[in-house]
């Protein structure tokens, strides 16, 4: 027990909920991304797809993981300024899931251009 005292700081479990609950957010966007990708390249031959959907599913993951750790970050920032735990967890929130959505919109088109061009060249 004696290890574990950080988990009743109340800042650090709000900062634990913001990282986890942004990062859960950011994967759901993501698959739906995903699935509107799978529409874009319908015709496609499943070896050029297979490269775009690689290259958005690093992409999507590395996007996830950074918008978490940013959300972590910034309601620690705003805990440390004094704001409500309650009101840090759901700015950083909602600034990283509006950043993430954009993010993964904008990877996505990567993901389609990339299938694009291997389609094009092979």
Do not use: P
């Amino acid at each position: 027990m004696h290890g574990l005292r950080w988990i009743n700081n109340k800042n650090v479990v709000a900062k634990i909920i913001a990282a986890l609950t942004t990062f859960v957010i950011n994967i759901a966007a993501g698959v739906a991304v995903l699935l509107m990708m799978g529409i874009a390249m319908n015709g496609f031959n499943e070896r050029d797809a297979t490269g775009g959907a690689v290259a958005y599913i690093i992409l999507g993951l590395i996007i996830s993981v950074t918008m978490s750790l940013g959300a972590f970050f910034l309601s620690g920032r705003l805990i440390k300024k004094h704001f409500s735990s309650a009101a840090s967890v759901l700015i950083g929130i909602a600034v990283f899931v509006f950043a993430g959505i954009v993010l993964k919109i904008i990877s996505g088109l990567i993901g389609v251009g990339i299938a694009e061009y291997l389609r094009v060249t092979s």
